[in-house]
């Protein structure tokens, strides 16, 4: 619930306190300038108001997977992205909207997916939707999201100023990250599903004050990670020119250096994988301050070295501040782990 509202907490309160700075913050990172950044901030107050929709579909497809069925969200926010993809054609280039044709393009899908996750929720449980919040549960809930929503708060605004320092470079470099990322975030995915895994099967033993299944779990979570990340390191090392490909198209010097990052990348996938099933183990565990303070550390360390490290090795700068910090917080998080302080939570 904590992690379903967040989002939008956050964003009616930027709305409310910054309704007219969105493009002079854009102008300030070195993100965007003139006309584009004025562009670029219209585009965010209208999905704004998608934001919304997206926590309520969060909030009542988890209700549903709670429930054991997995497979209706899923089909519903695969109707979303279907009907997201025709209303881009639609009012961007039957309509001509232009950036506010493809704005709310996706807050109307947004809002196609909360009403067929509450439409069907209330087909299988009305009570569940009839449900008041409760204070001795929301506020335990909270408490223990807001390590979440520490993190990926920081982490927006830790990409936010690194991409200040990336735009600085030449249009080959800008595009070589956004498409190199794209693809790193894709290859991640199992990595984050699994420290999610991790999380609810560690809070279940901690709550029956079964440490050794806790620690169990988490040896065969790194035994899995060990498969995984070889796996994705053989696919980026052996495809990693194709997929920059896919994205970016016959631009030669954009593939070289998309294709440069993703090989540095993959030589510390193994500690990103790590990082995120330490992460999730002492967040299940009930650990709040420490995943925050690693949190901020790991971002602190990306996001100074970028800065200056741009000023000495150039670009390699950018390439190299991620692989740092995934070291650095794995080693910290590990330190943590073998105090055992996370059992007497």
């Excluded at 209208?46 to 309520?56: D, E, K, N, R, Y």
């Excluded at 204070?135 to 223990?144: A, C, G, M, Q």
């Excluded at 080959?172 to 790193?184: C, G, K, L, P, V």
């Excluded at 991620?322 to 943590?336: N, W």
Aim: proline share 3%; charged share 15%.
């Amino acid at each position: 619930m904590a992690l379903a509202f967040a989002p939008f907490l956050e964003s009616m309160i930027f709305q409310l306190c910054f309704p007219k700075q969105k493009d002079r913050m854009l102008r300030s990172a070195s993100i965007l300038s003139g006309g584009t950044a004025r562009h670029a901030a219209e585009y965010l107050r209208i999905t704004a108001l998608g934001i919304p929709f997206l926590s309520a579909y969060n909030f009542y497809s988890a209700v549903e997977k709670a429930g054991g069925d997995a497979r209706t969200p899923v089909r519903d926010m695969s109707v979303s992205c279907l009907m997201n993809i025709v209303l881009d054609y639609v009012f961007v280039v039957i309509l001509r909207l232009g950036i506010r044709g493809a704005a709310s393009a996706t807050v109307i899908s947004q809002a196609a997916a909360a009403g067929l996750a509450v439409f069907h929720l209330c087909r299988k449980d009305k009570k569940a939707l009839a449900v008041r919040p409760d204070s001795k549960h929301v506020l335990p809930v909270l408490r223990l999201g807001i390590t979440s929503i520490v993190q990926n708060g920081a982490s927006a605004v830790s990409m936010f100023f690194i991409q200040g320092v990336i735009n600085k470079f030449g249009i080959n470099e800008i595009s070589a990250y956004a498409a190199a990322y794209r693809i790193e975030t894709i290859l991640t995915i199992p990595a984050v599903n699994m420290g999610t895994l991790l999380s609810v099967f560690t809070a279940q033993n901690v709550g029956a004050k079964n440490f050794e299944r806790c620690r169990k779990g988490l040896r065969d979570g790194f035994k899995i990670s060990v498969v995984f990340a070889a796996a994705v390191v053989a696919v980026i090392w052996a495809a990693s020119p194709q997929f920059m490909y896919l994205l970016v198209g016959d631009e030669k010097e954009v593939v070289r250096i998309g294709v440069r990052y993703l090989h540095i990348v993959s030589l510390t996938f193994p500690f990103c994988v790590n990082l995120y099933l330490l992460t999730n183990f002492l967040r299940g565990a009930g650990e709040i301050a420490y995943p925050v303070f690693n949190t901020m550390l790991e971002l602190g360390v990306r996001t100074a070295f970028a800065f200056v490290s741009v000023r000495y090795i150039g670009f390699y700068g950018i390439m190299f501040c991620r692989p740092l910090s995934f070291l650095i917080s794995t080693a910290s998080l590990s330190c943590r782990y073998f105090t055992k302080k996370w059992q007497g939570r």
